[in-house]
């Protein structure tokens, strides 16, 4: 939650800086960027929550732990990158990705574990 409340300080930040007030959402490209990878980060948000926590009941607490920790290093690289340039965010866009894959593959190996 405080990531998500850091992008969207980024944002305000941005909207001041470039002048563009809401609920205008086009303007300069820099503002763009960081609009944008702020509202990805938070589509994003409610599937990595519920995937963090059924692998965390149903496969291993620390293990998914270590992949939430990673998720978030690689959400917020994606934010930085986003903001100073569209390709930027690729990486981590991958990593970020690789690792929701991950958590739902230990999420239903545990659910799976659980219930057969």
């Given amino acids: 939650v405080l990531f998500l409340a850091y992008f969207v ?11 563009i007030s809401p609920p205008e959402t086009r303007g300069h490209p820099e503002f763009e960027r960081i ?18 926590w059924v692998a965390g009941i149903f496969f291993h607490q620390g293990v ?20 100073v340039a569209a390709q930027g965010r690729l990486g981590p866009l991958y990593a970020s990705a690789w690792l929701l ?7 239903l190996f545990g659910l799976l574990a659980h219930f057969l």
């Fill in 64 to 83: 998914t732990a270590a992949c939430g920790l990673m998720y978030l290093y690689t959400r917020f690289r994606y934010f930085q990158g986003y903001a």
């Fill in 35 to 52: 609009f944008r990878a702020q509202a990805n980060c938070s589509e994003y948000f409610p599937i990595f929550i519920s995937l963090l």
């Fill in 101 to 107: 894959w991950l958590l739902l593959g230990m999420a």
């Fill in 9 to 19: 300080l980024q944002v305000i930040y941005a909207r001041r800086k470039h002048k």
